[in-house]
């Protein structure tokens, strides 16, 4: 797909190309070293254990992330599907695990459900899903065999930020699908994600456009919009080919 045939699907009119915009058209296969710098940045261990001095031989405490870490993805939903942990849990109507392919290669992952997304059980669902899905097409895959979910996994109310507490309640069962997913391939759609998978504060603008991995793995991370904010920002759109393009390399690499 090109990249006028990509904005198309995306609900862009594209006018005219500048010759320079065209020369974009087909983008080297090898990122220019100008816009890939090394990655630096990790995420950090985020585990609720009770560190103790060497001096005492107290079992270990079982953590959520323990109880987590030999079961399956149903079963982990299965869990999920339950949990307390935060206050979003009494304001739901339904857990939002994810939804796709557990031999995913590429892994969506978004900031928490909106309304439609509360309303059926399903991530990306509305009207941010829809473009969503055009995305995964322009890069040549299919949305079932993609794994979509959130940092959060219940609805704030009025869909505001969610909090870092909620973040950090959710956070096992993200890192137990990704553990259990090993995508070759995770893109952060947004601000929320994007900063808490990479365990930093600099604004999305600034995290787009580098390579990263995710935390100590060899799974490639790559941030972009989220879709939400292209739907109210139009004329970002054509940034996220850029994004799109970096994720197909690496897809493919
Ligand atoms: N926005 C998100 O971040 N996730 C969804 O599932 C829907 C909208």
Redesign the pocket.
């Known amino acids: 797909m090109s990249q006028s045939e990509f904005l198309k699907a995306m609900g862009v009119e594209v006018y005219r190309l500048r010759p320079q915009r065209e020369a974009q058209e087909n983008p080297p296969l090898v990122p220019e070293s100008d816009q890939w710098e090394q990655p630096e940045i990790h995420l950090t261990e985020n585990s609720e254990e009770v560190v103790l001095p060497p001096s005492q031989t107290v079992e270990k405490p079982v953590t959520i992330a323990d109880s987590l870490a030999d079961l399956e993805l149903a079963a982990v939903e299965e869990i999920a599907l339950k949990c307390e942990r935060c206050s979003l849990s009494r304001s739901r109507n339904h857990v939002?695990f994810g939804s796709g392919s557990e031999d995913a290669d590429l892994m969506f992952i978004?900031?928490?459900?909106?309304e439609e997304?509360d309303r059926q059980g399903l991530?990306?669902v509305?009207r941010?899903?829809n473009l969503l899905t055009s995305m995964i097409t322009a890069l040549g895959c299919e949305r079932d065999n993609v794994y979509i979910c959130?940092v959060v996994k219940c609805r704030p109310p009025n869909n505001r930020d969610p909090l870092p507490s909620e973040a950090k309640a959710c956070n096992h069962f993200l890192r137990r699908q990704i553990e259990l997913i090993r995508p070759k391939v995770i893109v952060a759609?947004?601000r929320v994600s994007a900063q808490l998978l990479l365990d930093t504060e600099i604004p999305l603008g600034m995290l787009r456009r580098k390579a990263y991995k995710f935390q100590d793995t060899d799974i490639d991370l790559v941030v972009t919009y989220?879709p939400?904010y292209l739907l109210r920002k139009p004329t970002e759109k054509a940034k996220s080919w850029d994004d799109l393009w970096d994720v197909r390399v690496l897809l493919n690499d």
Do not use: D, K, Q, R
């Not at 978004?110 to 909106?114: F, M, N, Q, S, V």
């Open positions: 939002v978004g900031e928490a459900p909106g997304e991530p990306f509305g941010a899903g959130n759609l947004g989220h939400a």
